[in-house]
């Protein structure tokens, strides 16, 4: 597995943006796919984003389409998430996550986690 550690979550208001960074270390982090999910209080873990290991291709969960945008760095072991035009509804617990393989929106096909970076979003 690859260790993970998200930073750049904080308190921001609708409308605003946030860039969510993720150190990886550990393993190769060019053998990974990565990801960003996040959980409010009281649901499910969700998904968001994710990029393949190349970084050539990415997907989207319907509510990050159009404001959020995922890369990554390999030179720099590094995934980010840039979220834009912050809604109420983004708010939660933001976590980066790697796939030794394909990339996708399930939960399970992630085997490595960060601890989580808080997200809230204030009117």
């Known amino acids: 597995q690859v260790q993970l550690v998200e930073s750049g979550g904080g308190l921001v208001q609708a409308g605003g943006s946030l860039r969510l960074s993720c150190a990886a270390s550990?393993?190769?982090?060019?053998?990974?796919?990565m990801a960003w999910f996040r959980q409010a209080p009281g649901k499910e873990r969700e998904f968001v984003a994710a990029i393949a290991r190349s970084g050539g291709s990415t997907t989207y969960a319907h509510s990050a389409q159009g404001r959020f945008t995922i890369s990554r760095d390999n030179a720099k072991n590094t995934v980010s998430l840039q979220m834009n035009s912050l809604k109420l509804e983004d708010t939660g617990v933001y976590y980066c996550a790697g796939a030794a393989g394909m990339y996708g929106t399930r939960t399970s096909l992630y085997e490595s986690w960060g601890q989580g970076t808080q997200v809230t979003v204030s009117l």
């Open positions: 550990g393993r190769t982090f060019s053998d990974y796919a």
